[in-house]
């Protein structure tokens, strides 16, 4: 494609190459390949289910070894909330408060959802917040009709000039009410951190943030550090990272052209979370928890949380000290049969990892440089809950071009819905993927991996999106738990759907797990 000079200064003003950029649109023309699934990963196919005496032991293991490891916390936040109130967004500028009811709106358009905020108002943690803003700022408020009130508060909650909540990353919005005090996700994240993503009393966690909102979040950790550490006696070191625009891709227009502003400029769109592998690459930690901003409890549910997230630690710290043994003495090769063929066993039976048929034909020199192979990779425990109906990827065995079988977390746009198959297997699962991974990213001598090296390049994303009512095609990088991990040793493990509490839209504030009172 033939740039102008003006696209090139663009180009390069986003330390992107010329060459990246025609690679992007090729992917375009040519689609990504849909993943091509073998079976849906279950339990005893790929997926673990710990009984409570194994489930003990883990988390025992892991309290004996956490002050001799660094643990981080790895926490997904960069996102605005505009998606949480995309429903009252919607109603705002729909609405006509002259023209008709709140509850004729709702049975109109079916706005269940709204029904349901509106019915739930006050339980919300920033009802209190909300309601005397909207009192200083209409002094008659009390004399408005309920349908005005209504429209008002909303007005209140989201308009720029007023609390703006659009605007705010989700990590910083009033999440918890508590008797004395109301929490953020950010906070709550200090809290859960303390309990099990710390080693001698200190907590390491890194936030990976829009630059924007870099000032919110300095000011929201210096409110609440003091409060933290006095309830957990616990330090805190947080960091945080932005999004690098290099990892921005170019969109197109449907039939493959570079898609242009009014103005002339290319259009380049963030790339997924997959672009953030390049912020996990830079820390250095023994034990990286990964857990998105969203996905927190009130204070009754915390431990039982923290007991699951130190299993899946207390399973990679085992089963990395043993694959760790086994390379040292794969570096000796001097191996008997016997010996190579147990660890064979070993990342057969414990990381899953389907072992080529010809194995025991070929030399003793490259079985050993075979299995060093295998075992050489960074390596991830991946909590996996009983799917039931939650949108999102999910756990499956799934067929290489070269024919290796391996466990991967499948979104449902990588599948071919159209193949019989393939819809079958999809049909076939029992477990989704809620983003709950404990990872090793550093080898048995104790350095860190590229991770770079381990992603398939062929597993992103092509999605349709608009802008300014235009049409246009947008590419994501392959997923950070989906192809950026795509040659990790993955294992699988059954979790309970209370580790799973993410809040996606703003009545989700209203189950359980984020109620104190319920």
Not at 48 to 66: C, G, N
Not at 156 to 169: A, D, I, R, S, V
Not at 173 to 191: C, G, I, M, R, W
């Amino acid at each position: 494609m033939k740039f102008t000079e003006k696209d090139k200064l663009q180009i390069a003003s986003k330390n992107l190459t010329l060459e990246k950029v025609n690679a992007q649109i090729q992917l375009f023309k040519n689609g990504i390949p849909f993943v091509n699934l073998k079976d849906a990963a279950n339990i005893g196919n790929g997926i673990l289910k710990l009984s409570e005496t194994e489930k003990k032991k883990a988390i025992q293991f892991f309290e004996d070894k956490r002050n001799q490891k660094s643990i981080l916390k790895f926490v997904p936040a960069s996102g605005a909330a505009t998606r949480m109130f995309k429903f009252l967004f919607q109603f705002i500028k729909e609405y006509d408060v002259n023209k008709e009811s709140v509850n004729s709106y709702i049975n109109r358009n079916k706005a269940t959802e709204l029904s349901l905020f509106l019915v739930g108002v006050e339980k919300f943690p920033f009802y209190g917040q909300v309601l005397d803003k909207v009192k200083s700022l209409i002094s008659n408020f009390n004399s408005l009709t309920q349908d005005e009130k209504k429209l008002e508060f909303i007005k209140t909650m989201l308009e720029p000039e007023k609390l703006n909540y659009g605007f705010y990353p989700k990590g910083l919005l009033p999440f918890h009410q508590y008797k004395d005090h109301v929490s953020t996700a950010f906070e709550e994240h200090l809290f859960e951190s303390a309990l099990y993503a710390s080693s001698n009393n200190e907590a390491d966690l890194h936030f990976t943030i829009s630059e924007k909102h870099k000032n919110i979040f300095d000011a929201e950790f210096k409110r609440v550090e003091e409060i933290v550490k006095a309830k957990t006696k616990t330090k805190f070191n947080i960091s945080f990272s932005y999004q690098c625009q290099s990892t921005d891709t170019v969109a197109v227009t449907p039939k493959n052209d570079a898609f242009r502003e009014d103005n002339g400029d290319l259009l380049f769109r963030p790339s997924g979370h997959g672009a953030l592998l390049n912020n996990l690459n830079k820390l250095d930690a023994d034990v990286i928890f990964i857990k998105n901003i969203d996905n927190i409890v009130v204070s009754k549910y915390e431990n039982e949380v923290a007991e699951y997230k130190k299993m899946l630690g207390g399973l990679l710290i085992e089963l990395q000290e043993q694959a760790f043994a086994y390379l040292e003495k794969l570096e000796c090769n001097t191996l008997s049969e016997k010996e190579l063929i147990s660890i064979a066993e070993f990342l057969k039976n414990k990381l899953h990892v389907v072992i080529n048929i010809e194995f025991e034909k070929y030399s003793e020199t490259y079985q050993i440089e075979y299995l060093k192979e295998k075992l050489n990779r960074p390596i991830r425990i991946c909590g996996m809950v009983k799917n039931e109906g939650e949108p999102g990827g999910g756990p499956f065995w799934i067929k290489d071009e070269s024919g290796n079988i391996s466990l991967q977390i499948v979104e449902s746009a990588q599948i071919d819905k159209k193949n019989k198959t393939q819809k079958r297997i999809l049909k076939n699962a029992t477990h989704f993927n809620p983003v709950d991974l404990v990872c090793g990213i550093k080898n048995y001598k104790g350095e860190k991996f590229d991770l770079n090296k381990f992603v398939d390049p062929k597993t992103g994303f092509i999605t349709m999106k608009t802008k300014t009512g235009k049409d246009l095609k947008a590419l994501e990088l392959p997923g950070l738990w989906n192809g950026a991990m795509a040659y990790w040793n993955t294992i699988f493990v059954e979790v309970p759907l209370i580790t799973f509490n993410p809040v996606k839209t703003v009545t989700d504030l209203l189950k359980a797990a984020h109620q104190i009172n319920d």
